[in-house]
């Protein structure tokens, strides 16, 4: 039972242009979400994260967006870089201060110079 | 600051066997969680601890056991492996800061089960 996906295994963008990465939960308890960026022979770092309170959050160069009447999310990075290259997570969680996250299945991120 | 330290980094073990796996959290933050990642099932909760007691657990059988020591460092063991075994088990630590928690990641340590 995945009850977060993303349903794009891979991406591929050119640099300087828009990266949208989705996912979608099934879950209606989970109320914190997370985006999380994995190097390979590196754990994961987290990005951004949003409150089901919000729609909206931005840092930098990357935004999350957040529907939760369709349970959807999606993680905007402009401009794309090389250096964002990489494999994201997005995850969700029933309470922003809890440590059980339930992850997606990650998104291959290529960004071509 | 140093980051999560997990060790070993790489280990080769023979079904049957067990294995124990360490991890040593960021300065200060008193909660460690362990993940597994498999190609076919992706990152899975396996277990939380806080102040050396287990709060939360995923669904794993019970081969799959942690525990937390007095300095916050963690160890998870896994007793008789078994192929499907063979991951990537990440180790993470956190503080709740305004409410909210962030996972700092380890490098992780990558069991090969034969």
């Known amino acids: 039972d995945q009850q977060v996906k993303q349903n794009s295994p891979s991406l591929s963008v050119q640099e300087g242009r828009i990266s949208i990465l989705n996912c979608d939960y099934t879950?209606?308890?989970?109320?914190?979400f997370l985006w999380y960026k994995k190097y390979p022979a590196e754990g994961p770092t987290f990005l951004i994260s949003?409150?089901?309170?919000?729609d909206k959050n931005e840092d930098g160069r990357f935004t999350v967006f957040l529907n939760k009447s369709a349970k959807h999310l999606s993680l905007h990075i402009v401009p794309s870089q090389p250096g964002d290259s990489a494999v994201y997570f997005c995850?969700?969680?029933?309470?922003?201060?809890?440590?059980?996250?339930?992850f997606g299945g990650g998104t291959r991120v290529l960004v071509k110079p | 600051k140093a980051g999560v330290t997990q060790t070993p980094r790489y280990l080769i073990k023979t079904r049957g066997q067990q294995v124990t796996l360490s991890c040593s959290p960021i300065?200060?933050?008193?909660?460690v969680s362990w993940y597994q990642q498999t190609p076919g099932q992706g990152l899975q909760f396996l277990f939380e601890?806080?102040?050396?007691?287990?709060?939360n657990k995923g669904n794993f059988p019970g081969r799959f056991s942690g525990r937390q020591f007095s300095n916050s460092r963690s160890e998870m063991n896994v007793s008789t492996l078994e192929l499907g075994d063979s991951a990537l088990y990440l180790c993470?630590?956190?503080?709740?800061?305004?409410?909210?928690?962030?996972?700092?990641f380890g490098a992780g340590s990558r069991l090969t089960v034969l």
């Open positions: 993470a630590s956190s503080v709740v800061l305004e409410g909210a928690n962030v996972l700092t």
């Open positions: 879950n209606s308890m989970f109320d914190y």
């Open positions: 601890y806080f102040s050396e007691t287990q709060r």
């Open positions: 995850a969700a969680s029933k309470s922003a201060a809890g440590n059980k996250l339930t």
């Open positions: 300065s200060g933050h008193r909660s």
């Open positions: 949003i409150s089901s309170i919000k």
